[in-house]
């Protein structure tokens, strides 16, 4: 394991929220992970996220952010997992591995559960259990701290506990679909001897067994059942109960409005106006929460006052439609965009003094002031 954790030599122990809420927090509900509808709306917001570039007031920390994080992914691929575990984990923490010579890399953590602790000093501490039973401590000032419905405690958000009732409803509509093309697909009814005098259970079997054997045969006659006159086949017609297509709609609908996103987003249908409110709504909040838990978490009190920032920006213009990104060139003549804004809304490389921006000749800005000393002139 790579020597990121810090030892604690004080003694910890729990620590009592001012609410009287325990310490102990369990990863809730994380298996609804495993449903596809949840993991379709979440892949949605995780792959928006990602497109976000860090700028930070430090060249380097701009680079690792955007690069390499840590060892294991880039800047897309960090914001991208963080994304997940706040939408699934209702709480994500990332670990800054630093030390008295700076940064050197960040990684986000991904536990079953975790416990706030304190020492004597009041300083507090967080002990996560990893998926693979392992636990470390981390003091809270090295972890980054996003939370989602942030109500009661004041450590971690609420739990997905309104959401998983609708996928099990989710769950056992599909189940129960597929159990009745399962059940209708078989030939189902009851043999009934007719001839007189009876016969006894070893012959019901034994007659039984062979009208199944000779329906399903291997061969290219199976599903052609044989009797003989004295028996009748009658067959038994089942009718399972599914839900309707409504219910079966207004299931996902539930789901997709605990997550915010509909059809057209998942689909990638959607207009320049509703990813700009899709933007606005979904995914400048999240990048608004992470640069100022960041800058906080990173810099000093001295440092955020000397004007150090940390701001991950995205925008809905990266979005919109090839024609209206070849509009906007008209924006770089009047000094609006630089030409490397505009070409990095076209996803091309950056020129050679391309930052600076440029003006027509034609678009000279008008002197208010020599204007109105002419018209004093020309008064007098």
Known sequence: ?????????????????????????????????ASAIVRSCIRVLAEYSSKADPATSKSKLTQMLKYSPNPFMSGADFLYKIRVMREVQNTAFILIDRDAKGIHGFYPVVYSSFETLRDKQGFIYIRFALLNGSEFVAAWEDLIVLRKDYYKSDIAGESNLPILSNLEMINTTDQALSNAVKSTSNLRGIIKYQATGGLSSADLQKKKEDFINSYTSSDEKAGIGALDRSMDFVPVELKPMTATWTQMREYRENVYRYFGVNDDVLQSKMTADQAQIFY?????????????????????????????????????????????????????????????????????????????????????????????????????
């Open 1 to 33: 394991m790579f020597n990121i954790f810090k030892k604690i030599k004080a003694k910890l122990q729990s620590w009592r929220e001012f609410g009287g809420f325990r310490s102990i927090f369990t990863n809730f509900g994380a298996d609804m992970y």
């Open 280 to 380: 606005e709504a979904k995914i400048e909040p999240f990048l608004i929460q992470l640069s100022l838990e960041m800058a906080r978490k990173i810099y000093s009190e001295n440092e955020l006052s000397r004007g150090n920032y940390i701001k991950y920006q995205s925008s809905a213009i990266q979005w919109i439609s090839m024609s209206e990104k070849l509009n906007m060139k008209q924006y770089i003549d009047i000094g609006a965009l630089t030409r490397n804004e505009w070409r990095e809304m076209m996803n091309l490389a950056p020129l050679p003094g391309g930052d600076k921006p440029i003006m027509r000749l034609d678009t000279q800005p008008i002197d208010v002031e020599d204007d109105e000393d002419d018209s004093k002139e020309e008064e007098e």
